[in-house]
Each structure stands twice: as C-alpha cells, then as structure tokens.
C-alpha cells in the first residue's frame, strides 16, 4: 500500500503517504499512531499488542468474575446460579448493544475526538488512583475492581472483539474523516 494507490474508501483512493493533496492531515489514534494509513510492520505489531492487552484485560476480568462466582457459590448453589445467570444476560446485552451500535455506525462519519482537558486528563488518572488504593490493599478500592470487572466484563470481551476486526473501529472512523479531506481537496482542485 505505500507504493501506489491505496484502499478506496467512499469511491476515494487513498494515494501514497508522499503522494497526498496538500493539506491533508493523516490523523493520530490512540495506540496506533499514524500507522494505520500505510499498514506496514508497525501496524501491524500494534495491532497485535492491542489484542494481547485486551486479551490481558479479559483473563484478568475473567479471574474477578470467577472468583466472585466462587464466593456466592461456596455459601448459596442457588445464589450462584442467579447471579452466574444475571452476569451472562448482562455481558451477553452490553457485547450485542456495543456490537449492534458500531456495525450500524459503521459508515457515517463522525468529527474526530477533542483531545483531553486538564480537568478530563485528571479525571483519567483519578481511576489510576483507584487501581492503586486496590493494589496498596484497601478494601474500598479492591471492592471497586470487582464490582466493575463484574459489571463490565461484556466491556472487555467487545473491546478484544474490536481487536479482530479488519480495522479497528477508530481506524475505519479515520479513514472515512481522511476520505472526506481528499475528496474535498480533488472538488475544490477541479472547480473552475
């Protein structure tokens, strides 16, 4: 792809990275960087990491929710079997709702994300805070982390199932914003 002309997306050509109408700006993503136009080896160790990570954040939501289960379960078979129920339905609801949302999003085009203020950049590292009260062994924090991984374990498993996609759905959002700046620079070259 970076010999050439690339995908088309839209009826737009994505030219080489050195071939592109002045103005155009390939746009960065969180972890993938601006590798994602040319998809050579970088990409592609990226991609690959992300899935480990997200593979990670599962097994690890996977022990919480198990030994949650394992807790009910030692002192009620039935209160086990409600809760192991009520924790399926409601994976299963937010994967088929997250999965639902994105494939019929698939194709509209949507402005990029704002990048972060200092007020939402704190905010993120208040949930770093959190991890650390667990890991530092209060009870708050580790109560925390499990009622989360237990809540949003559907989360994760779509997170890790965006990982196998084609393109990762903030790449296929990227790529239609870039079809829109080409297709507009080629308009306005044309115009008389």
Same mark, same amino acid.
Request: hydrophobic fraction near 45%; charged fraction near 10%.
């Given at each position: 792809?970076?010999?050439?002309?690339?995908?088309?997306?839209?009826?737009?050509? *994505? &030219?080489?990275?050195d071939?592109? &109408?002045p103005g155009v700006r390939i746009e960065r993503l969180p972890v993938l960087g601006t590798s994602w136009y040319d998809r050579r080896a970088g990409y592609w160790l990226r991609r690959i990491w992300l899935f *480990?990570?997200?593979?990670?954040?599962?097994?690890?939501?996977?022990?919480f929710v198990g030994g949650f289960l394992?807790?009910?379960?030692?002192?009620s078979q039935t209160g086990f079997v409600v809760v192991l129920i009520i924790e399926v339905a409601w994976s299963l609801a937010i994967i088929g709702y997250l999965m639902t949302r994105t494939f019929q999003r698939w194709n509209n085009l949507e402005p990029a994300p704002k990048p972060l203020t200092r007020r939402q950049?704190?905010?993120?590292g208040a949930g770093g805070a959190l991890g650390a009260l667990a890991q530092a062994g209060f009870v708050v924090g580790? *109560?925390?982390l499990v009622v989360?991984?237990?809540l949003f374990f559907g989360l994760y498993v779509t997170l890790l199932i965006y990982t196998?996609?084609?393109?990762? &759905?903030?790449?296929h959002k990227a790529r239609l914003r870039l079809a829109e700046q080409i297709a507009t620079r080629q308009q306005t070259r044309h115009l008389p």
């Open positions: 792809m970076h010999s050439g002309s690339g995908p088309t997306v839209q009826g737009v050509n *994505f &030219p080489a990275r071939r592109l &109408p *480990f990570l997200m593979a990670i954040l599962v097994a690890v939501g996977s022990a394992a807790g009910i379960k030692s002192s950049r704190r905010t993120v580790q *109560f925390i989360g991984s237990v196998l996609l084609p393109e990762y &759905p903030p790449e």
